[in-house]
């Protein structure tokens, strides 16, 4: 099993910054894929941004440009820099991790941006 824990999310006004963090622990070899969805209100979840264990990575469009995924394999870390923040990023943020076909979630974090 893997458990992951996030933190970072909060209140912040558009055009604001925040940094998502997010730690995994258990069973954490092998990891694949690790990355942020998002669910706002009413909305379905949503890829955010993901990276692979070679550092690949991969936006949704609409935060290309404004945030930065990066991750520490020896720390089991992946974070989320977010900046230039929009109303329409708000939501709650689940960390996620893939480890041999399986994925593995977060409880989330808010963010709440206000206009």
């Known amino acids: 099993q893997v458990q992951l824990v996030e933190s970072g999310g909060g209140l912040v006004q558009a055009g604001g910054s925040l940094r998502l963090s997010c730690a995994a622990s258990?069973?954490?070899?092998?990891?694949?894929?690790m990355g942020w969805y998002r669910q706002a209100p009413g909305a379905q979840r949503e890829l955010v941004a993901d990276?692979?264990?070679?550092?690949?990575?991969n936006y949704v469009p609409s935060v290309k440009g404004r945030f930065t995924i990066s991750r520490d394999n020896a720390k089991n870390t992946v974070d989320l820099q977010m900046n230039s923040l929009k109303p329409e990023d708000t939501a709650v943020y689940y960390c996620?991790?893939?480890?041999?076909?399986?994925?593995?979630w977060g409880k989330g974090t808010l963010v709440t941006v206000s206009s």
């Open positions: 996620y991790a893939q480890r041999f076909g399986r994925d593995y």
């Open positions: 990276i692979t264990s070679g550092g690949s990575t």
């Open positions: 258990g069973i954490i070899f092998n990891i694949n894929a």
